[in-house]
């Protein structure tokens, strides 16, 4: 499957616990993204990679969530002190960066619940 | 603010019957415009792009059409089958300088029962 994964595909955690999540995109992809989703609602936009760079981030992203992506592939997203609020599917997406209509592919996604 | 408004919010329909689903968007200046559909527990999957010249494309029995001078646009299905019950989201893009400026819909819930 040379799709995007996620991993875990569902995480369960006590509030104020810290809790961390991997994206694996299509191989070539230079741009990754994170969403959160809520029962209900469409994706919202969290965190976006050019590469290794961050180049974006949403107000929804507090100080409590932070996004990585070393080497330009592979990324985390780690929340700390997890709060009922953060319960919801995060996804990632990624697509290969071309101008006007850059198609992205979304994975699994990784379904939180904090108790 | 970039908005992006689905209707219905959910429906019901027998299989093998058509519908049509509805967004309505407020994006500017407008790029494009994507219909993605997303099982449920899985990630959304594009059916369809419009860019602002293009006012219908297909993709199998799934329809999109759009109206870029009343931002509006609609997917339609036809002949519908069980597998097609699943969530459809509107999703427009901004165009401007930088990176990444999506707005999503909420999603039409969509039950296609036997």
């Known amino acids: 499957d040379t799709g995007v994964s996620q991993d875990p595909r569902h995480k369960i955690t006590k509030r104020g616990q810290n809790v961390t999540f991997r994206c694996d995109p299509i191989s070539e992809h230079n741009r990754l993204y994170w969403y959160r989703q809520t029962l209900g609602q469409g994706p919202e936009f969290l965190t976006y990679?050019?590469?290794?760079?961050?180049?974006?981030k949403s107000r929804l992203l507090s100080d409590r969530f932070s996004a990585e992506r070393p080497k330009g592939s592979f990324s985390t997203l780690e929340i700390q002190r997890t709060e009922q609020g953060d319960s919801a599917m995060y996804l990632c997406a990624s697509s290969p960066g071309e101008a006007g209509t850059d198609t992205q592919y979304f994975g699994p996604g990784t379904r939180l619940t904090v108790l | 603010k970039n908005q992006v408004e689905q209707s219905p919010q959910s429906l019901i329909i027998l299989e093998g019957k058509n519908c049509t689903l509805q967004c309505n968007y407020t994006v500017s200046p407008f790029s494009n415009l994507r219909w993605y559909k997303q099982d449920t527990g899985r990630g959304p999957v594009s059916l369809t792009i419009?860019?602002?010249?293009?006012n219908t494309k297909s993709n199998g029995r799934y329809t999109a059409t759009l109206d870029a001078d009343t931002k509006q646009s609609s997917l339609h299905i036809t002949a519908s089958q069980l597998s097609d019950s699943a969530s459809y989201i509107c999703v427009v893009r901004a165009s401007g300088a930088g990176s990444y400026q999506l707005t999503f819909g909420k999603g039409t819930k969509l039950s296609v029962i036997p």
């Open positions: 990679f050019q590469n290794e760079a961050q180049l974006e």
């Open positions: 419009m860019t602002f010249s293009e």
